[in-house]
């Protein structure tokens, strides 16, 4: 027995790797489907513990409420989880487009300010499960791994981040 578990798109990019047409693929569904999640980020600075810090808030907390159905929505939304610590090399690297322009902006003016925003900050969560479509998927293109992806259930992740 063989387990493969390098993530959803290293997992199927290995399988693809395999054999002529990928390992079990007979079906081309190897890669297909792709799902991840649909995830926004909030975070809360306290002003009146600037001088107390770094913090170390860890991933300690989530509240799963969100995934049970009611009489008013009878789909799951989601999830909310701490994020635990950030710095500020992950601001930079996952910002939002509009988000690095502003943030290049601010550091022109005050350089520590993110550094000090990451150190006295805790970050939260909202996670909403993608649902599959089979136009999102992994596949090679000349030896290099290609991933097209759109997300999918918005409208239950908007409901959960309100």
């Not at 890669?31 to 860890?58: C, E, I, K, Q």
């Not at 635990?84 to 502003?102: D, N, Q, T, W």
């Not at 550091?107 to 909403?128: E, G, N």
């Amino acid at each position: 027995m063989i387990v493969v578990a390098c993530g959803a798109v290293n997992s199927a990019a290995l399988l693809l790797r395999s054999g002529d047409g990928g390992l079990a693929n007979s079906s081309g569904l190897v890669g297909r489907n792709y799902m991840a999640h649909v995830t926004t980020m909030f975070s809360a600075y306290r002003w009146d513990d600037v001088d107390t810090g770094p913090h170390a808030f860890h991933k300690t907390i989530a509240i799963n409420d969100f995934y049970r159905a009611s009489a008013s929505r009878p789909y799951p939304l989601g999830h909310i989880q701490s994020q635990g610590s950030i710095h500020p090399e992950m601001v930079r690297g996952g910002a939002p487009p509009l988000l690095k322009m502003g943030l290049k902006a601010v550091l022109t003016v005050f350089p520590r300010s993110l550094k000090h925003w990451t150190d006295h900050s805790i970050q939260w969560l909202a996670m909403t499960e993608d649902l599959p479509l089979p136009h999102n998927r992994v596949t090679l293109q000349n030896g290099q791994i290609r991933l097209d992806y759109r997300p999918s259930n918005l409208r239950a992740h908007r409901e959960l981040k309100r």
